[in-house]
């Protein structure tokens, strides 16, 4: 493999140059209480998703209960690059502890605004973006040795799992606890802080210059972008296009870009990027269809089709705690076309097995979910890898737009075939997503084996 301009020959996590073997134990000590952190995050945005039709219904704001979930998912794509880039540029210790306080602080105010529902909107919006679960993952890929790096990315994909999990198990019972008391979970985190003032590392390189103006019209890009995957207003997407347009002369003209030329010229950084837009472009979609088939299909509860994802999820934690020693048994690469089989095949029998009964369309939706919780480490460890230590953050901050933007055009793709009806009745309308979803596998897949073909077989050979 030809040597790519942007990788440091030097860094090698927490065994180069870049960190020293303080910060190493520091933030290998620090990961426990990171990673519960990331799962009090996560817990309300996952419960928020099954129960915000009954916040709005209970506060009598039904047509605006979808904000409750729309505008902190928009604020999460627009923050996560802004995030992810001041961790190359401020101490990860001071955002992660200011983030955890303001955590706190919005789920207490939050419950004790339950009767408003702007009150509840604004705090949800600020736990969203208080603890951005990807600043984690920037102090993985930034501190931690490449031999470790794979493992700790799948244990941080399991612990967001888990948050899945509980998440919802915690909405499933909104008929016998009031949901205010939801909102309140996060601000357990309160007792990590002391672990984390003590480890998490604090950023001793001299950083380079922030691209502060770049990393703010980044950010709101990306804002007006995935408003426009939400409310399909025009206006929207033209705003987005035009303040793109800005932000390439920007790019352009500014000494010390947010996004630097090596970044975009490193093959396997720029390839996984697209690889990763391909493989979570449906991600949000599962749960809405998994629901709709209970609900309108075979009449079940929320209750017992909440305890059936948890089930699904449960497994996905065991799958992500196992990620990172299959990537480094078998290699990156086969560890993502072996996720992209998995979603393929659960995609293509579940077109099929909406009329076989809701127990096979779970285990469909347990393959499906396996192979996008395998995808999630090697795409990551790919991506990070091919940038130096001082762009990592933004690396992880990138990558995580396309997280978020891909799923949000996946669902608007979604939520216009059930408005459109397209002219089938319910069941074969969703095998028709089915379809749709099985196809675009399909198209990861090709993408996958002309990346890998372009960037060369391997970022990290098995057994590395």
Known sequence: MTEDPSVSPTFEGGEGKGVSPQQLRKAKRALPALFALGIFGHIIFQSFNLVYQNVGESLHMAPEASLLVSLPGVALA????????????????????????????????????????????????????????????????????????????????????????????????????????????????????????????????????????????????????????????????????????????????????????????????????????????????????????GKSVYHMHLESISWLLALVYLICVGVACLSGAICKKIGDWPSILLSLFLMLLGFLLSAFAIKWGFAAVTVFMIVYEVGLTLAYTPIYDIATSALRESQRGRGVGIAHVAMNVAPALGIAVYSAIEKSHVGFEIVPRLSLVFWLMTALSALSIICTLGVRKFVGHSVRTPNQ
């Open 78 to 293: 627009a923050i996560c690059l802004f995030y992810d880039t001041l961790c190359d540029y401020v101490s990860p210790r001071t955002i992660v502890c200011i983030g955890t306080l303001v955590l706190v602080a919005s789920s207490i105010a939050g419950f004790l605004g339950a009767s408003n529902f702007w009150v509840v909107l604004v705090c949800r919006i600020f736990q969203t973006i208080a603890v951005h679960a990807s600043v984690v993952l920037v102090i993985l890929v930034k501190y931690l040795p490449e031999k470790d790096r794979g493992i700790f990315i799948g244990l941080n994909n399991a612990a967001y799992f888990v948050s899945v999990v509980l998440g919802m198990l915690l909405g499933g019972q909104i008929d016998f606890i009031p949901w205010k008391y939801i909102l309140l979970v996060p601000a357990l985190a309160v007792f990590l802080l002391p672990i984390l003032l003590k480890n998490v590392p604090k950023l001793e390189s001299k950083p380079e210059p922030f691209d502060g103006l770049g990393a703010s019209l980044f950010t709101v890009c990306v804002a007006f972008l995935t408003i426009f995957f939400t409310y399909e207003k025009t206006w929207l997407l033209l705003v987005s296009c035009l303040l793109f347009a800005v932000f390439a002369v920007w790019m352009k003209k500014s000494k010390n870009p947010l996004l630097t030329k090596s970044m975009m010229k490193s093959r396997a950084f720029t390839g996984t990027l697209l690889i990763l837009f391909l493989t979570f472009f449906f991600q949000y979609a599962a749960i809405p269809i998994y629901k709709t088939i």
